[in-house]
T-cell receptor
Framework: DGGITQSPKYLFRKEGQNVTLSCEQN?????MYWYRQDPGQGLRLIYY???????QKGDIAEGYSVSREKKESFPLTVTSAQKNPTAFYLC???????????FGSGTQLSVL | QQQVKQSPQSLIVQKGGISIINCAYE??????FPWYQQFPGKGPALLIA?????SEKKEGRFTISFNKSAKQFSLHIMDSQPGDSATYFC???????????FGAGTTVTVRA
């Protein structure tokens, strides 16, 4: 069953803590993306990667970091520098020959 | 600064009615305009998309109307059903990088 798997579904962060959100895809897609969703603000691009071992900042990269060591995986770390991390985080991927973006089911991050 | 402006923020329609959501953009380099549908707690899924070389595209009860000179496009949901109750996002991207810029979203509620 092909798709994008995000985990965990819910995550809680303590003050000063770094947390990592997982994103795995088995669609053999080259490009992967991380979006942040806040109520009333749509989706904002955090980071994206078009190929393994390469990634670019999106519109709101401050306080976040990523890695792309494998084609299937694109984890996002929310660092302690991100002062307002509470949001719904969405991972997406896209094949080379297609514009269609496939999304995972998201991770809701909250601050304790 | 949001590159795609979407309205209204929310709308309520009776079953069988027509839902209309509007989007406007400034970047004339945009050449791909998709609409995504999102149910609560889930990731968005592609509903329908259009390129600027056509003025209208229809898929079932969903129609995109595109006005290149006005830099506007809209989604019409005909014969709205309770199962259409969801949040709808318009988006746009350029051929150069396929990074989608999303509107703020419209929550549609269809009353039975």
């Amino acid at each position: 069953d092909g798709g994008i798997t995000q985990s965990p579904k819910y995550l809680f962060r303590k003050e000063g803590q770094n947390v990592t959100l997982s994103c795995e895809q088995n669609l053999n897609h080259d490009a992967m993306y991380w979006y942040r969703q806040d109520p009333g603000q749509g989706l904002r691009l955090i980071y994206y990667s078009q190929i393994v071992n390469d990634f670019q900042k999106g519109d709101i990269a401050e306080g976040y970091s990523v890695s792309r060591e494998k084609k299937e995986s694109f984890p996002l770390t929310v660092t302690s520098a991100q002062k307002n991390p509470t949001a719904f985080y969405l991972c997406a991927s896209k094949g080379r020959s297609n514009e269609k973006l496939f999304f995972g089911s998201g991770t809701q991050l909250s601050v304790l | 600064q949001q590159q795609v402006k979407q309205s209204p923020q929310s709308l309520i329609v009776q079953k069988g009615g027509i839902s209309i959501i509007n989007c406007a953009y400034e970047n004339t380099a945009f050449d791909y305009f998709p609409w995504y549908q999102q149910f609560p707690g889930k990731g968005p899924a592609l509903l329908i998309a259009i390129r600027p070389d056509v003025s209208e595209k229809k898929e079932g009860r969903f129609t995109i109307s595109f006005n290149k000179s006005a830099k506007q496009f809209s989604l019409h949901i005909m014969d709205s059903q309770p199962g259409d109750s969801a949040t709808y996002f318009c988006a746009a991207s350029t051929k150069a990088d396929y990074k989608l810029s999303f509107g703020a979203g419209t929550t549609v509620t269809v009353r039975a």
